[in-house]
Structure formats: structure tokens, C-alpha cells
């Protein structure tokens, strides 16, 4: 059994800050990419960020320069730094992993966590 847990979403003026974390447990042999997406009403789904096993990130266009994305591998955890918030940023986030679940033979195996509701009033 797989889990990601996600954290930090709230209710945040616009130019504040917030913090989102996604943890991974369960049996797990590796993990490949690891990212971000939100989904704002009425909208589809859509890429914020992701970030490689080997550390290449990559944006999308409305948040390069106000969103990181990080890594920590010891852990399995991925967090998205969210600055400069603005109100077109209201979404639901959820975090979405490529887990490596066998190595013999290789297995992966893509999950989604709960989603988490990031708010920006302006």
C-alpha cells in the first residue's frame, strides 16, 4: 500500500506565502519524478511544477520565478515554496509521484495525493 499525505494549503492575502509538503510511505523501491498541479474551478488540471530523480526542475509559465519546487529523497518528500501569491493561484494542488514499486522485474507506478486548497484573496 502507497500513501501521499499533503500539507500546507490555506487562506493567504495576495503577495504572501505559503508552503505545500507531500510525503510518500508505504513499500517503495526508488522514486522517479515527483510534482505539483493544481486544478482551479471550472478549469482543467495542470502542471506547476516537477522536479526529476535527478534534481532537473521544470515550470510552468506563471510561476517561474515565484515557485520552488524541491526534493528530499531521504525522505520521499516533495514541497512547492509558493511566494508572491496571487489570486489567479486559487486552485486545489495535489502532488503526484512516479513511484518505483518492483526491480525485478522494473515496475512504476504513478499515484495522486488528496489535493489541498490553496486560497489567494486580493
Known amino acids: 500500500q502507497v500513501q501521499l499525505v499533503e500539507s500546507g494549503g490555506g487562506l493567504v492575502q495576495a503577495g504572501g506565502s505559503l508552503r505545500l509538503s507531500c510525503a510518500a510511505s508505504?513499500?517503495?523501491?526508488?522514486?522517479?519524478?515527483m510534482g505539483w498541479y493544481r486544478q482551479a474551478p471550472g478549469k482543467q488540471r495542470e502542471l506547476v511544477a516537477r522536479?526529476?530523480?535527478?534534481?532537473?526542475?521544470n515550470y510552468a509559465d506563471g510561476v517561474k520565478g515565484r515557485f520552488t519546487i524541491s526534493r528530499d529523497n531521504a525522505e520521499n518528500t516533495v514541497a512547492l515554496q509558493m511566494n508572491s501569491l496571487k489570486p489567479e493561484d486559487t486552485a486545489v494542488y495535489y502532488c503526484?509521484?512516479?513511484?518505483?514499486?518492483?526491480?525485478?522485474?522494473?515496475?512504476?507506478?504513478?499515484?495522486w495525493g488528496q489535493g489541498t486548497q490553496v486560497t489567494v484573496s486580493s
Open positions: 522536479i526529476s530523480s535527478g534534481g532537473v526542475t
Open positions: 508505504g513499500i517503495i523501491k526508488g522514486v522517479n519524478a
Open positions: 503526484n509521484v512516479e513511484l518505483i514499486i518492483r526491480v525485478v522485474p522494473y515496475v512504476t507506478n504513478n499515484y
